[in-house]
């Protein structure tokens, strides 16, 4: 079965550190390009980050360059989101989508991991 | 940066009728790189559209995209219960940043 699998979401402090994860399976993880997502309560979606299929480049939006790092271990099918410094605005449902074969639209996303982020 | 803004924000159809989604952007975008979004309450967004008019695997021909410029569409024919949920369009490259409109919701009339 086709399918992203994200974990490791939760409620954490201002200022602490956490790491997504997101399982891959059904499809040739190492070739394709992947992306996490995330969405705010009640908001709409903004992209986070980007990393090519070999983790060779990686893209991060403004609002969390130099706080998070994506990273891809392909022997294991896993994406991961390394978060320092959260804050309140970081907290959202954070999805990882991956890329489109031909395209860089987003063909495939996970159910979702919500991080909170409350004193 | 390039905006993208939707409208209507809500749009309030029966089924059965025609739906026509709206997204403007702030300046000229490639076509090849405008995509369109569905997400229902609880879940995950799903691909609809891709290029601007490729519908994605396992999509009904009941939705269909068009547009150049900066005036994109997605239009649903006939609209089923299943198709009132959230919209987004998002203009994307082959790199970042990969912006998404603010969403338009459709809700049953």
């Known amino acids: 079965q086709v399918q992203l699998v994200e974990s490791g979401g939760g409620v954490v402090q201002p200022g602490e550190s956490l790491t997504l994860s997101c399982a891959a399976s059904?499809?040739?993880?190492?070739?394709?390009?992947m992306f996490w997502v995330r969405q705010a309560p009640g908001k709409g979606l903004e992209w986070v980050a980007y990393i090519l299929f070999d983790g060779s480049v990686k893209y991060y939006a403004d609002s969390v360059r130099g706080r998070f790092t994506i990273s891809r271990d392909n022997s294991k099918n896993t994406l991961h989101l390394q978060m320092n410094s959260l804050s309140p605005e970081d907290a959202a449902v954070y999805y990882c989508?991956?890329?489109?074969?031909?395209?860089?639209?987003?063909?495939?996303w996970g159910q979702g991991t919500p991080v909170t982020v409350s004193s | 940066e390039i905006v993208l803004t939707q409208s209507p924000g809500t749009l309030s159809l029966s089924p059965g009728d025609r739906a026509t989604l709206s997204c403007r952007a702030s300046?000229?975008?490639?076509?090849?790189?405008l995509a369109w979004y569905q997400q229902k309450p609880g879940q995950a967004p799903r691909l609809l559209i891709y290029?601007?008019?490729n519908r994605a695997t396992g999509i009904s021909d009941r939705f269909s995209g068009s547009g150049s410029g900066t005036d994109f569409t997605l239009t649903i024919s006939s609209l089923e219960p299943e198709d009132f949920a959230v919209y987004y369009c998002?203009?994307?490259?082959?790199?970042?940043?990969?912006?998404f409109g603010q969403g338009t919701k459709l809700e049953i009339k």
């Open positions: 290029g601007a008019s």
């Open positions: 059904g499809f040739i993880f190492s070739i394709y390009g």
């Open positions: 300046q000229s975008v490639r076509s090849t790189y």
């Open positions: 989508a991956k890329r489109l074969d031909s395209d860089f639209a987003f063909d495939l």
């Open positions: 998002q203009h994307y490259g082959t790199s970042p940043p990969y912006t």
